[in-house]
């Protein structure tokens, strides 16, 4: 009977259609392998340890970034270019609207009714240091409607929403250039130098006294999704994300107090003590350990995948960057330019596997390919293993040459040769180009093992 189940689902991954499909053969390939990233821990020949004077950098350099919107906020993104980077995003737009969710194409006037509200004829109209108060997303546009290229394309359907840009958490510094006409969209700058649209009811000014009480060393982070945050009144403020900072008051056996992020009756940003189960957080930063990555990692195993944090899950670069964060490692927001952190080798098309197992430190190291990162977590079989957030795996019709893709959609552990076996499919091997180490070798002690590091 199972086989006869197989045979049937084969089948239908087989007749729909090429650019985005289910094929039963990787989802099973991807069962038999253990979705635990701390497992693989006993397969390497050692574990390492982040040295003490190298965590005191790595912490410096994050709060650097962290906090760039308030210090230096156009370090990277200047007005001009923020300006030049919008009117070329709307020049682009108003000659291809794309596709609503319905697959309907959009019209001119959807874009024109956007760019009006946008006033970019007076940018910038509101220079200000802000706070997210609540998680929210960043938009290419202002606007919550998406815009797909193609419906028929792999990669340009759904849920590939080209107007969604990434996800900033509760208490994110932020500096705002532009408010739209309808006030309800700020232009903001975020601290890994990423310009978007936040809805300014998650936004609140902050003030020169606000930032020097909330600048402050004593952090903790989060290491656990959607623990409730609240004031120990009842009252409600979010749920945590992982890598999420807060400054930290008072740690107690069961609930820990913190600062967040309100609005007053004027729209300002005011701090406000909550609660959050001690269980939720932990000093920040942790000692990168492998064993510490590798147990925050599995807390992301399983999770589908979100284009851009859509709908609050991750995709590749966001789950690289979310799982580094608790470690006070900063990597930015996009897989292109994570690759160029810590210590880029480029990948030639020869020996490549023999090479990550060579040079990769598993739990430290990254693999880039076009367009997507990967974790490389160490090998099993000679074979070189990775952690990461797919949509899937790239497939050419052999017939055809029509590009697709087999859907994994989640957050996965898998061989960089999964899919060799069909036809079609352009394995991960095959598409990676480069590897970085982001931590130098010589600041990284070796471990007797894994156990050691739990405490």
């Known amino acids: 009977m199972k086989k006869i189940a197989f045979t049937l689902l084969l089948l239908l991954a087989t007749s729909i259609s090429y650019a985005d499909r289910i094929d039963p053969r990787i989802n099973k390939d991807l069962l ?32 650097k970034h962290y906090f760039s919107p308030w210090n230096n906020p156009q370090i990277t993104i200047s007005k001009s270019d923020a300006l030049k980077i919008e009117k070329s995003t709307l020049t682009h737009y108003l000659d291809k609207p794309g596709y609503n969710e319905n697959h309907y194409p959009h019209k001119k006037a959807w874009i024109e009714k956007i760019a009006k509200n946008m006033q970019l004829n007076k940018f910038p109209n509101h220079l200000q240091k802000a706070i997210t108060t609540q998680a929210t997303a960043l938009r ?8 797909f290229e193609s419906r028929k394309i792999a990669g340009q359907g759904f849920p590939l929403d080209d107007l969604q840009n990434s996800l900033l958490t509760a208490n994110t510094p932020i500096y705002v250039l532009q408010t739209t006409r309808s006030g309800a969209w700020q232009l903001v700058i975020t601290p890994n130098n990423s310009l978007g649209w936040a809805q300014t009811t998650s936004v609140a000014p902050v003030s020169k ?63 406000k003590t ?37 709908y609050g899950y991750h995709d590749c670069s966001s789950t690289l960057m979310d799982l580094f964060a608790p470690f006070g490692i900063w990597l930015p927001r996009n897989s292109g330019d ?17 090479k990550i197992l060579q040079h990769g430190i598993p739990f430290f190291t990254l693999l880039h390919a076009s367009g997507h990162i990967m974790l490389y977590i160490g090998q099993r079989n000679q074979h070189a293993y990775i952690l990461h957030s797919p949509w899937g ?60 590091q739990t405490h």
Not at 277 to 296: E, G, V
Not at 428 to 445: G, S
């Open 338 to 354: 994570q690759i160029k952190m810590g210590q880029p080798m480029p990948l030639n098309a020869t020996q490549k596997q023999r």
């Open 393 to 452: 795996l790239i497939t050419k019709n052999p017939t055809t040459h029509k590009m697709g893709r087999d859907i994994i959609g989640r957050t996965v552990i898998m061989p960089v040769t999964l899919g060799t076996r069909i036809p079609g499919v352009v394995t991960e091997l095959q598409r990676i180009n480069a590897m970085t180490t982001l931590i130098p070798r010589k600041q990284l002690h070796r471990s007797l093992d894994f156990s050691e």
């Open 209 to 271: 006294n606000f930032i020097k009480k909330w600048q402050t060393n004593n952090f903790v982070v989060a290491t656990t999704r959607h623990a409730t945050v609240t004031n120990g009144r009842g009252q409600f403020f979010f749920v945590t994300r992982i890598g999420e900072l807060f400054p930290s008051l008072k740690k107690a056996k069961r609930y820990s107090t913190v600062l967040v992020v309100v609005k007053n009756a004027n729209g300002e940003a005011t701090i």
């Open 32 to 63: 038999a392998i253990p979705q635990n990233a701390v497992s693989f821990l006993k397969l390497q020949k050692a574990q390492y340890r982040v040295t003490p004077n190298y965590e005191k950098k790595l912490k410096k350099n994050y709060l």
């Open 274 to 310: 909550a609660r959050i189960n001690t269980n939720a957080i932990k000093a920040w930063p942790i000692l990168a350990t492998s064993y510490h990555i590798a147990a925050l990692a599995n807390h992301f195993m399983g999770q589908p995948y979100g284009w851009g944090n859509l």
């Open 140 to 147: 290419v546009l202002p606007t919550i409607i998406p815009s």
